[in-house]
């Protein structure tokens, strides 16, 4: 069709030259142009030359008919092939009618001719004409570009059947060797599809697919795709159909073979999930593993342990070896480990590998089993645990694989591993913890020397976090008023008289009841709390020291241990002195003990500190002694005033003779230094005779009196000497 600014060209062809001239009035009505021609001959010669937009022939010419004409004018590849031809017959001539369109005319005209629609009649041919014209050339582009794509194509119906069927280029394939399996695809072909309904071509499964999706585009009319797997050539081909909608029942679907992207796919996820160094599964893929065992075992109410492996002293290696033998090392040590849990090793019940597990998915499996987390830590999961004896065989293969000696460059390296084992259901039920507690248990292991296996028990964790909540509560205690002192007696032993006390402390627990200071005092210490705790105990002890003398009771000496950490405080001379002066304690009455451990720590500053002490005049004394280490001559110099024989020498006495020896033989040299000796945990008669019998100046013990309120030992002050064995 001539575009609006173009007028459109007839030829009007016709021997009658009254006809020609009514015609090309009907048409310039119509705004059309016209050209003439005078018979057959001359309509073909113009058609060539001219390319008219249409052309109105007559059919009775001379020379040429218009049949021959419009025969003629067809055969013209240049573009008379395509023009519309609308040819004039006579009025009830129905033969003509049918020669014209074999001769190829696309319209006609029948005599009379209705004059006043003519030009009209022709504008609409000339429009559809163009109208097929572009149709022609958008299916020439439709068919260009599914050419140009490797898809396949088809048009289906909304029932699923095929209507059209257009493979896409097969690619070649490597896989095209191996042997067909029974249940391959064979390719398509638009023979095998065309007229058939989908199920009949594709597995039915994936036909099901297809339909559901099908129905989805034809109702929303949106694009959907369908991914899918044939087996073809013996191997497994990634398909994708993209459906879209063509009108309310029909759909046009383009497949494309997806198998590179699978396998880039399938590569990416390896490299994602495997440790570079040594090939084995990395932490993220051990992570998933553990996750969908834990949800096994969830459900089907079995249990499994995770193995938490480190290298003892690895780090030592890289640092001595370097780097390249470590990581030489770690790709030997994974080599060891997955040989370690072969599936009959791994497989915990003891007995064979059970028949249902075809070896190749067993080792697989077995494999994934084991992980690299990073540096030189390494996990095994052991499934279908049966019992913990299991998983402490498979720790123990690891131990004694990494013990064999690794031969690296010729150099001989000698490692050990600590292992830390988590149990499911026991230990928790998330893969978080799990790991953590396995990790903790591992921890724990190195603490007992490396080269050990340790199962975390969930005691372990109670441990650590009653340490924890104790702290807290630690905290709170001196506030709270949860700490009080409990008194113990000393007895003079040739005077048979009470003459001191020392004060223990002790923590009334909210929840927990009452806690041993040897259980708090060294939480106290870690955490610095023993500086406002110990002053507490000095104040409160000066206090009931005062109170007694007060009451007009013996003078007693009210012994506080020191720990060394306030001893080291260097306001402690200043804390003791104005302890001291608030109760209005006579120092001398006042009796610190020391340990050993606490004096000879850091000479000269104690030197320092004793000295001020000295000077306040309190009594010094040194408590547990003989466990530590420190030499006579040395305490001398501190001015120590008396020794406290730890109770673990008195225990076994009198039977204990090498005991004894060591007790007579550390009051001798004390009393050669001119210091008194006090034997602690004296629990019976025996001891104390023995102790008299040896010079010992003081005792104290059960025997003599468990640690006691201050009230019960207000009581006791007065009756106290009547108890005693008279010899
Ligand atoms: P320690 O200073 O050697 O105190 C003597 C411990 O021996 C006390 O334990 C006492 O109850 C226990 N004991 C006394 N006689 C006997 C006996 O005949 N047999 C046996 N088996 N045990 C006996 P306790 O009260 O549990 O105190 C333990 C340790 O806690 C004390 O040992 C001391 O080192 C520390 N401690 C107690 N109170 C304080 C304090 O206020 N400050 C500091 N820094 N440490 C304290
Ligand atoms: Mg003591
Ligand atoms: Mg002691």
Redesign the pocket.
């Known amino acids: 069709m001539p575009s609006s600014s173009q007028r459109g060209v007839v030829l009007v062809a016709d021997d009658d030259p009254v006809m020609r001239m009514l015609m090309l009035e009907m048409l310039a009505q119509v705004g059309l142009d016209a050209i003439e021609a005078a018979d057959g001959a001359q309509a073909v010669q113009l058609a060539r030359e001219r390319r008219p937009d249409l052309i109105l022939m007559d059919v009775e010419m001379p020379h040429m008919d218009g049949f021959a004409a419009c025969r003629a004018i067809r055969r013209d590849e240049a573009g008379g092939a395509l023009v519309p031809i609308v040819m004039v017959t006579g009025g009830d001539d129905i033969e003509a009618v049918t020669s014209a369109y074999e001769a190829g005319a696309t319209d006609f005209v029948s005599k009379p001719i209705n004059w006043p629609i003519l030009g009209h009649r022709v504008l609409y041919v000339l429009r559809a004409s163009d109208a097929i014209a572009r149709l022609r050339i958008a299916d020439a582009q439709n068919r260009a570009v599914l050419a140009a794509i490797p898809d396949t194509f088809f048009r289906m119906n909304r029932d699923g059947f095929y209507l059209d069927y257009e493979p896409g280029h097969e690619r070649p394939h490597r896989e095209r060797s191996v042997r067909a399996a029974d249940h391959e695809q064979a390719p398509f072909s638009s023979d095998r599809c065309i007229g058939r309904h989908i199920s009949d071509v594709l597995p039915r499964p994936i036909a099901a697919r297809m339909l559901e999706q099908l129905g989805e585009v034809l109702r929303t009319q949106e694009i959907r795709s369908v991914e899918y797997e044939l087996i073809r050539f013996g191997a497994a081909q990634h398909f994708e159909a993209r459906l879209v909608a063509t009108s309310p029942s029909e759909v046009l679907g383009l497949v494309r073979d997806i198998s590179e992207r699978k396998r880039t796919e399938e590569q990416i996820r390896r490299l994602a999930y495997c440790d570079s160094l040594t090939g084995i599964p990395n932490r993220q893929a051990f992570l998933e593993n553990l996750e969908r065992e834990l949800q096994r075992s969830k459900i089907g109410n079995k249990k499994f342990a995770v193995l938490f492996m480190d290298l003892d002293a690895f780090k030592r290696i890289n640092d001595t070896l370097g780097h390249n033998v470590g990581d030489h090392l770690l790709k030997i040590v994974s080599e060891r480990l997955r040989d370690t849990i072969r599936p009959s090793d791994l497989l915990s019940r003891g007995e064979a590998v059970s028949g249902d597990i075809a070896p190749d998915t067993a080792a697989e499996d077995s494999a994934s089993n084991l992980a690299r987390l990073g540096g030189d830590e390494f996990t095994i999961l052991i499934p279908d645990l049966e019992r913990v004896e299991h998983a402490l065989n498979v720790a123990h293969r690891v131990k004694e694989a990494m013990r064999r000696p690794f031969l690296i460059d010729g150099n001989e390296i000698f490692v050990t591993a600590s292992i830390g084992i988590s149990l499911f259901p026991e230990d928790g039920d998330d893969c978080n913890s799990l790991l953590k507690y396995a990790d903790t248990a591992m921890y724990h292991a190195k603490n007992c020397g490396k080269n050990n296996a340790k199962l975390y028990s969930s005691s372990l964790t109670m441990q650590i976090m009653s340490h924890v909540k104790l702290e807290v509560g630690l905290r709170k205690a001196l506030q709270n008023d949860e700490l009080y002192?409990?008194y113990?007696p000393q007895l003079d032993v040739r005077s048979q008289e009470v003459v001191g006390v020392?004060?223990?402390?002790?923590w009334r627990h909210p929840e927990r009841g009452i806690i041993?200071?040897?259980e708090f005092?060294p939480l106290?210490?870690e955490t610095g709390l023993?500086v406002p705790?110990?002053e507490w105990?000095l104040r409160t002890?000066c206090n009931q020291a005062r109170a007694w003398q007060r009451h007009g009771r013996r003078a007693l000496r009210m012994a506080?241990?020191?720990?060394a950490k306030?001893f080291k405080d260097e306001n402690l001379s200043q804390i003791v002195l104005s302890a001291l002066i608030d109760t209005g304690l006579d120092p001398k009455l006042l009796e610190l003990?020391l340990?050993e451990g606490t004096l000879m720590d850091d000479a000269l500053a104690t030197l320092a500190t004793l000295e001020q002490l000295r000077r306040i005049g309190v009594y010094l004394s040194i408590?547990?002694f003989g466990t530590g280490y420190s030499s006579m001559n040395y305490l001398k110099r501190f001015d120590v005033r008396a020794l406290?024989i730890?109770?673990s020498f008195i225990?076994g006495l009198p039977q204990d003779s090498e005991n004894a020896a060591i007790t007579r033989a550390i009051i001798a040299m004390a009393h050669g230094l001119k210091m008194a000796v006090v034997a602690?945990?004296?629990?019976t008669d025996e001891q104390l005779v023995l102790l008299e019998e040896y010079g010992c100046d003081m005792v104290?013990?059960?025997?003599l009196g468990?640690?006691s309120t201050a009230d019960t030992i207000t009581q006791m002050l007065g009756k106290l000497r009547l108890v005693l064995p008279s010899g």
């Open positions: 002192l409990l113990q020392e004060a223990l402390v002790r041993s200071p040897t005092i106290a210490e023993i705790i110990g105990v002890a506080v241990n020191l720990s306030q003990e340990t408590d547990d406290k730890d109770r225990n602690e945990g004296v629990e104290q013990g059960y025997f468990h640690p």
